[in-house]
């Protein structure tokens, strides 16, 4: 290929951003013999899947856990069809789920919560099936997607609430029914189609974490893609993406430093990607406004905790437990929607127990986490930082007596530091939000621009490590295609 005159540099295709979505992408094109390069803002490849260390503990920053995401088993298929299966090393992972005066534990098998919450409410025996019934055919339904099956045109704009209000009416049952958070709402903002799907997938997957930490997957993705003569390059912040004659060409660096490429693929979130990197002078009518009706996802908050006890002595026995206070939550979600500092629920992983070399002999790591809004009303993160992490650990210390007492290490990360590092608006956790209908209007890989794809959680099927991969391998895909 002959580089043209006024360029820095040319390659095949750019790959803006190394969250998992975009080195998937990048992976599968190199071990397809194009010319790839990643360029990432940050010193370290992952985006919300890193870890970072402090004085002999090594905490993972955002992501806790692998899943099936709203597509079963979708990681395993995506590094099976790069060729990365045996490239891993996987602990099944197991959660707890603690309520007022009652446990819940995470098994696998599909028959197995149904049957847990059938023990609980005999009376409500019925419901329960019918309801598990319909999440199960839902669920079965969701490969057909973005064909609609009468299944899934009847709940498309429905909540796992309503889903729920037409089989059972206990409210604790309900409760513990949506017990699961990791899509970032309550219950009645959630997507009766994607909480379904993921239920499921959950029950037959289970939950697994890599030996050596998150960073372990994104690290691992970088030493394939240099393998197949890929190149990544960090500290690299892309600006620009330049479209000439109807399609994108090149990229600029913040440096200054151009890049032409036939392809590029953004891993970017998906406003910056088209307000800022594009330009709305570039779009189609239209499409902005598009973008602008879809919601972002909530943000976390997190405590990073080093510390010299093992609170398998305190009876928290889960590698991840979370703690509900109340069987009705729903006002502590108000609030936190309404940009307060509010706790519906809140997670105790401690990760050395599935790989005890994260921390030095003895000592364990301890995360506690919970969902935040980025903008607070009437306060700044920056004031409440300090003072939501002392709650937090409060919270925790009703599990772990005396946990402040025995902390080597503290760390927090608000909103802003998920903005800071990972450059995803608002800090969102899973792109856009799952609320209902959501699946149907998520931006596709192929965008409007031709030679500009999407990778990642601003773009289907959504947030989560295993549904990124699937959207990065689907983008390089189309681009082998094209
Ligand atoms: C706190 C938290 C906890 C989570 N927990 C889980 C979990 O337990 N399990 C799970 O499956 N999912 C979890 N998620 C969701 C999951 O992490 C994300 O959906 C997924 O990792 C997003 O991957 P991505 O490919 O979209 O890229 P991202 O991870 O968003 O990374 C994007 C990358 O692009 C880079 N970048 C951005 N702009 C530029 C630019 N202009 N130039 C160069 N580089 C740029 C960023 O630095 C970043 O590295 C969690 C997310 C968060 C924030």
Avoid at 132 to 156: C, E, G, N, Q, W
Avoid at 464 to 473: F, I, K
């Amino acid at each position: 290929m002959a580089r043209t005159a006024g360029f820095d540099e040319q390659v095949q295709v750019v790959v803006i951003g190394s969250g998992i979505g975009g080195l998937a992408c990048a992976v599968h094109l190199a071990k397809q013999g194009l010319k790839v390069k990643v360029f990432e803002q940050h010193h370290i490849p992952g985006g919300c899947c890193t870890s970072f260390s402090r004085k002999g503990f090594k905490f993972d920053a955002g992501v806790l856990h692998l899943t099936g995401g709203n597509e079963s088993g979708a990681f395993e298929r995506v590094v099976t069809a790069l060729g990365m299966q045996d490239e891993f090393a996987f602990r099944e992972q197991t959660q707890r789920f603690i309520f007022p005066g009652l446990t819940l534990d995470s098994s696998r098998g599909i028959d197995s919560l149904p049957r847990q919450l059938g023990m609980l409410f005999p009376r409500e025996k019925e419901g329960i099936e019918g309801l598990f019934a319909t999440i199960k055919s839902i669920y079965d339904d969701v490969k057909h997607l973005p064909r609609l099956t009468p299944l899934l045109s009847r709940y498309k704009d429905k909540s796992f609430q309503e889903l729920m209000d037409e089989y059972v009416r206990d409210p604790e049952l309900k409760a513990l029914a949506s017990s699961n958070w990791h899509l970032w709402n309550p219950t009645w903002k959630n997507s009766a189609i994607d909480y379904s799907a993921l239920l499921v997938t959950e029950q037959l997957r289970g939950y697994f974490y890599p030996v050596g930490g998150m960073q372990a997957i994104p690290d691992t993705f970088v030493r394939i893609l240099k393998k197949h003569g890929g190149e990544i390059e960090f500290r690299a912040c892309v600006d620009r993406i330049l479209v000439g004659n109807g399609r994108a060409c090149w990229v600029r660096l913040r440096n200054g430093r151009s890049v032409q490429a036939e392809h590029v693929v953004s891993n970017v979130a998906a406003r910056a990607t088209f307000l800022n990197l594009v330009g709305v002078e570039s779009l189609p009518k239209g499409f902005t406004a598009s973008l602008d009706q879809l919601e972002i996802s909530l943000s976390a908050f997190y405590v990073y905790l080093g510390v010299d006890i093992d609170p398998r002595k305190h009876g928290l026995v889960a590698p991840e437990t979370i703690v509900y206070e109340s069987f009705d939550n729903s006002k502590e979600w108000q609030r936190l929607l309404d940009g307060g500092l509010s706790i519906p629920c809140f997670g105790i992983a401690v990760p050395t127990y599935l790989d005890p070399n994260l921390a030095p002999p003895g000592k364990h790591a301890v995360i506690l986490m919970t969902m935040a809004p980025y903008n607070l009303a009437g306060k700044s993160w920056r004031e409440e930082k300090d003072r939501f992490a002392e709650e937090l650990v409060r919270k925790a210390e009703k599990l772990i007596p005396q946990l402040s007492r025995h902390i080597l290490v503290r760390e927090a990360a608000t909103p802003l530091t998920y903005e800071r590092y990972t450059l995803n608006s608002l800090g969102a956790a899973m792109g856009w939000a799952f609320t209902p209908g959501m699946f149907m209007k998520r931006p596709d890989q192929k965008t409007p621009i031709p030679n500009l794809y999407l990778a990642g959680h601003w773009t289907v099927p959504g947030g989560g490590v295993p549904a990124v991969a699937l959207s990065g391998l689907r983008a390089a895909r189309r681009i082998l295609g094209s």
